[in-house]
C-alpha cells in the first residue's frame, strides 16, 4: 500500500503534479525543483509570497553538491547531521538546474536531506530534487499528520503519501554555511550546542539580527516573517494568568488551581513537547475558546525552537485580558 503510494507520488511528481510527503520534521508540499510550472504551484496552493525562496530535498550530500558549494564547515555539518532535521543554506552552483523560482532570486540555496524513511525512498523514486516546504496554509500552522495537511490545505495539497504522525514535529534547523562561522537562521531540533560540538564557533539565533541581516544585498532569511504559525485565535506565551475563556496548554506539573486543556509534556520532557506542539494548537484553535494560553518553556535545547515558533504564533497584535 505504501509502496504504491510512494510510486505513485514519484510519477506524478515527475509528471509536475504536487505531491505531499511525510518527514521526520513536518509533511512538506513536493514539486519537481526543476520544473518552474511545478514550482509555482506550490507557492499559489499555500498563498506564499513568491520572494520566500523553498528547501530543496535531496537523498544525498553528493546529490546536494550537484546543486551547492559546500565549503569546509559546510561540508562537516552536512556529514555530521545528514541525513535528519538540518537544511544548509549554502551558495547556489547558477546553472545547475533548480528552478529560479525555487530560490527565489537568491545566489544561495537551502537544501536538507531527511532521514525519514518513507521520505527518503520517495525522493530515490522520484529521481529528481524535490522543493518542498511544510504543507500548511501561509503564514499558519505546520502540519504533523495527514489529517492537518487535509484541514490546512484541500485538494491544494495534492496527492497525499499519508505516514503517521511526524516524529519531531518541528521544521528543521536552518543553518546558514555560506562563511567560517554559521548562522542559525531557524532554530530546530538540532541546537546550536549540538552544532558547536562538531564545528566549535556557532553564531547563535538572533530573531532581530536575521530579520534585518544581509548576506551582499540580499536577505539573510526572507522567510522569517514576524508573523508565522498562527492560529486564528490569539495565542500568549509564557502566560501566568489563566482566563476562564482561555484554553490552557500546559508544559510539566501544573498546579491544582489551574484546569490544563492539554499538557505538551507532563514529565517536562521538550522533545515530547516539540512532537505535540502543532497538534495542540491546532486542537485549542477551536470555539468556544477566545485565545490560548501557554505556559513557559525553558529556553533551552529544543525549547529554543519552540519558542520561536510561539514567539511567531503570538504576533498577532492580541493581548490577554485580565
Ligand atoms: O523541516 C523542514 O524544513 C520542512 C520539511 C518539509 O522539510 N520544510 C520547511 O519549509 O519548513 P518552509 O518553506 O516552511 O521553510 C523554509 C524556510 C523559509 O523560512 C525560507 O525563507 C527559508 O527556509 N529559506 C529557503 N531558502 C533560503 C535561502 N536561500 N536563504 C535563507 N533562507 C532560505
Ligand atoms: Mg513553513
Known amino acids: 500500500m505504501i509502496d504504491d503510494d510512494i510510486k505513485k507520488g514519484a510519477e506524478l511528481i515527475r509528471e509536475g ?118 504543507a500548511n496554509a501561509s503564514g499558519k500552522v505546520s502540519s504533523t499528520t495527514a489529517e492537518h495537511v487535509r484541514e490546512s490545505l484541500g485538494s491544494r495539497a495534492g496527492f497525499i503519501i499519508e505516514s503517521g504522525k511526524s516524529d519531531i514535529g518541528l521544521e ?8 567560517d562561522v554559521p548562522v542559525i537562521l531557524r532554530p530546530g531540533y538540532i541546537t546550536k550546542e549540538d552544532i558547536e560540538k562538531v564545528i566549535g564557533n556557532v553564531e547563535k539565533y538572533d530573531p532581530e539580527k536575521i530579520a534585518s541581516g544581509k548576506e551582499g544585498n540580499k536577505p539573510m532569511a526572507p522567510g522569517q516573517l514576524k508573523s508565522h504559525y498562527a492560529p486564528r485565535i490569539p495565542l500568549v506565551m509564557n502566560a501566568t494568568n489563566f482566563p476562564t475563556d482561555y484554553a490552557v496548554l500546559a508544559f510539566g506539573k501544573v498546579s491544582d488551581d489551574i484546569h490544563a486543556d492539554l499538557n505538551l509534556s507532563e514529565s517536562g520532557d521538550l522533545v515530547e513537547a516539540a512532537s505535540n506542539l502543532f497538534d495542540y494548537m491546532r486542537r485549542l484553535d477551536t470555539f468556544p475558546y477566545k485565545g490560548i494560553a501557554v505556559m513557559p518553556i525553558p529556553d533551552e535545547g529544543i525549547g529554543v525552537a519552540i519558542n520561536d515558533r510561539l514567539r511567531r504564533a503570538s504576533q498577532n497584535g492580541f493581548t490577554v485580558k485580565k
Open 17 to 134: 503534479k504536487l505531491v505531499t510527503f511525510p518527514t521526520e520534521t513536518v509533511y512538506g508540499l513536493g514539486a519537481d525543483a526543476t520544473n518552474d510550472r511545478a514550482v509555482v504551484n506550490i507557492y499559489s496552493a499555500k498563498g506564499r509570497p513568491t520572494f520566500n525562496p523553498l528547501i530543496v530535498h535531496v537523498t544525498s550530500l553528493e546529490e546536494a553538491k550537484k546543486y551547492g558549494e559546500f565549503n569546509a564547515v559546510a561540508e562537516k555539518l552536512a556529514n555530521c547531521f545528514w541525513p535528519g532535521p538540518m537544511t544548509l543554506v549554502v551558495k547556489r552552483i547558477p546553472n545547475c538546474g533548480i528552478s529560479y523560482m525555487v530560490t527565489a532570486g537568491l545566489d544561495t540555496i537551502a537544501i536538507r536531506v531527511p532521514s525519514n524513511e518513507i521520505a527518503r525512498r520517495f525522493l530515490e523514486a522520484c529521481g529528481t530534487p524535490v522543493a518542498a516546504p511544510s
Open 172 to 179: 528543521s534547523t536552518i543553518i546558514l554555511a555560506t562563511r
